[in-house]
């Protein structure tokens, strides 16, 4: 290896452990394969403990824990619950690898039939696979994620979705479609955090989406999407990235990646909540005390 190789694998390595927290797609090319950090440098000396019954968090179901690393708090982590639109993490994840950037999709006549209209998509509107993302992650947009699904067939991208949950060890986890309308759509806080991982390690990407406050989509038509998690505005520099959930049978649910400035990368998690921003705020609040004070 010639020493300007050296240099420069030196030099990345270390710019790579200085990412700035929410700008991690600044150094990296989105929808590499290989795993793009290795988790086990973020390491702090001490752990914190969590005490949701103290913080008033009232989520019946709850998980907090370092990306690749130790449980901080658990409650009822294993079990499978309907996740809602949580699903749009893996419908993303998978769309990413499937389709080309520059792929353009055609929004199908059967979006008249699906519930919400988050995007204001119309049937026969030519629609980047960029924007289809965006419009899944942020507006959770069921007619984006119904798009991305059906373009390779239905229950080919089904297939997908569940051959790569049984690949990465989402062994509580179960699909039937993409938008997480469907109450068989169930998964364990285990389990998405180790989706979290992956798309945190593999396609960087989706979380930056994830956690912009709004953005702008459409060629001929331009609107602008606005994030429906409400933390962005207060805690945008600690999330990573994020997707909120709701349906009768879920709750409230809401995933979030975070970091804090002495901190590794943490996974917070919570199912069938009455308040997934309020619990969530202050899960957020400790763990910043515990990691900036004093340091």
Known sequence: MSNL?????IATNFFQQKIPVGNITQTLQAGQTAPLFDLGQFKPKKTPVIQPEILGVHAKYLLVKELGGSVIYQKNASDARPIASI?????????????????EFTIPKEISSIEGESGSFRIGEQVSRNDLMKAALLSSSNDAAYTLSVESGKDVFIARMNDLATSIGMS????????????????????????SEYIFRNYPQVFEWSRQESTTIGQLRKRT????????????QYIIGSKTGFTDDAGECLALVVKFKNSPYLFIGLLDSTDRFADAEKIILALREFYEKDK
């Not at 993303?92 to 520059?102: D, I, K």
């Open 87 to 103: 699903t749009k993490l893996m419908t993303t994840a998978v769309a990413y690898g499937l389709y080309p950037q520059e792929k």
């Open 172 to 195: 509580a986890s179960h699909f039937e479609d993409a938008t997480g309308l469907s109450s068989q759509n169930k998964s364990s806080l285990k389990d998405l955090a180790a989706l």
């Open 5 to 9: 190789l050296i240099l420069l694998f």
């Open 225 to 236: 999407l606005t994030n429906i998690n409400y933390l962005l505005p207060s805690y945008k």
